[in-house]
């Protein structure tokens, strides 16, 4: 090959790069947003399946302190709101019914409440809204 048909060969495959690099960071710049949304949604998803799985055991905890012989409201709220500080939920309502004192019958059915909005616990942006996440338990007086 001449040095001019080497040269000329050379300018062409520099032009198709540049060619190609624009083409990449057009498809970049379409796909970025996309990409972002999906992390934050990701994130934010997650965070409320943690927040559910929270009010869950707080939930559960609650339940077998008010279940057990001698075991009050007061000590099941008590128990709920330190498992969920512990869990970092923050925002939560603990709600028995009924309440429950020492004297109460046993097989007394008791149900153990726990919400919390979703917002006051949201890591970002709040993507899922302004909603209000809960776990009940349904236990009996032992």
Same mark, same amino acid.
């Given at each position: 090959m001449t040095a001019t048909r080497l040269r000329g060969r050379r300018l062409s495959m520099r032009r198709g790069q540049h060619a190609r690099a624009g083409t990449a =960071? +057009?498809?970049? !710049? @379409?796909?970025?947003?996309?990409?972002i949304a999906m992390?934050?949604?990701?994130?934010?998803? #997650?965070? $409320?399946?943690?927040?559910?799985?929270?009010?869950?055991?707080?939930?559960?905890?609650?339940s077998n302190v008010v279940s057990i012989s001698?075991?009050?409201?007061?000590?099941?709220t008590t128990?709920?709101? =330190? +498992?969920?500080? !512990? @869990?970092?939920?923050?925002?939560?309502?603990?709600t028995i019914s009924p309440t429950v004192?020492? #004297?109460? $019958?046993?097989?007394?059915?008791?149900?153990?409440?726990?919400?919390?909005p979703l917002s006051s616990n949201s890591l970002m942006f709040g993507f899922l809204g302004n909603r209000t996440l809960t776990a009940r338990i349904v236990s009996q007086r032992l």
């Open positions: =960071a +057009v498809e970049f !710049a @379409l796909c970025l947003p996309l990409l992390v934050f949604g990701v994130v934010e998803t #997650s965070n $409320a399946v943690y927040l559910q799985n929270a009010l869950t055991s707080a939930a559960y905890e609650a001698g075991g009050t409201s007061t000590n099941a128990r709920a709101n =330190a +498992v969920l500080t !512990a @869990l970092g939920a923050n925002g939560a309502t603990v004192t020492s #004297s109460t $019958a046993l097989g007394t059915e008791i149900t153990v409440t726990v919400s919390a």
